[in-house]
């Protein structure tokens, strides 16, 4: 997926470790997103930005933070991996409301032990 | 409230048949957007089409075609003559200019073509 880049693409944390995972894109996209993916309930919204220096609450935001203090990167962040925070992480951007796709990076797989 | 209801967890067919794939959605605004994308094996998201709610034209692009139909609610995504490369998991998606910037996606169909 050119354009949006993720980082790392796999981890592996023990409970109560933290992490950041980033989110790169080089679109000049204004909107970014965080989501997780888990079997059989699609794609589920952490945090998004509509903007350098702006973030907002998802659908799952506990247990997460974010920063977007460039227009480039969105980092997302696990202060106290739990083990229910085990699965696949995408990073979206999109270049305008409602009507523009989303593009997505290739997603982390993070697992918590 | 949006949302976005896939029915078919999981659909298997033989190559060359040709499989639709159902997407309903609920929202209350006059003006959505419905999204579909998907994801292969390998694991990345890739996206499919897009129609505005005030267009109700069915698309064509090769093999596969939309149909969306406000009445029912509806936007099924059919592939003609399958192919074992469309063996993926197909997403659908809505968005709203009222609910800003958000998608909700569905839990997506995964569907395996076999040769």
């Known amino acids: 997926n050119a354009g949006v880049t993720q980082t790392p693409k796999f981890r592996v944390l023990k409970t109560g470790q933290s992490m950041t995972l980033l989110c790169a894109q080089d679109?000049?996209?204004?909107?970014m997103y965080w989501y997780r993916q888990d079997p059989g309930m699609g794609l589920r919204l952490i945090h998004y930005s509509v903007g350098e220096g702006t973030t907002a609450k998802g659908e799952v935001p506990d247990g997460y933070n974010v920063s977007r203090l460039k227009k480039q990167n969105f980092l997302l962040g696990l202060e106290s991996a739990a083990p229910s925070q085990t699965s696949v992480y995408f990073c979206?951007?999109?270049?305008?409301?409602?009507?523009?796709?989303?593009?997505f990076g290739d997603g982390t797989r993070l697992s918590i032990l | 409230a949006q949302k976005v209801t896939q029915a078919q967890t999981e659909i298997s067919v033989v190559e060359k048949e040709d499989v639709t794939l159902d997407c309903v959605y609920e929202t209350r605004d006059t003006t959505y957007y419905l999204f579909w994308y998907k994801q292969p094996p390998s694991g990345e998201l890739v996206f499919l089409i897009r129609?505005?709610?005030?267009?109700?034209q069915n698309e064509i692009s090769g093999r596969y075609s939309w149909n969306f139909q406000k009445s029912t609610s509806s936007f099924n995504f059919t592939i003609t003559a399958s192919q074992v490369v469309d063996s993926a998991v197909y997403f659908c998606a809505l968005s709203s200019d009222n609910y800003g910037q958000n998608f909700v996606f569905g839990p997506g169909t995964r569907l395996s073509v076999l040769p």
């Open positions: 679109m000049n996209h204004e909107y």
């Open positions: 129609r505005n709610s005030f267009d109700e």
């Open positions: 979206a951007t999109q270049g305008g409301i409602g009507n523009q796709p989303q593009h």
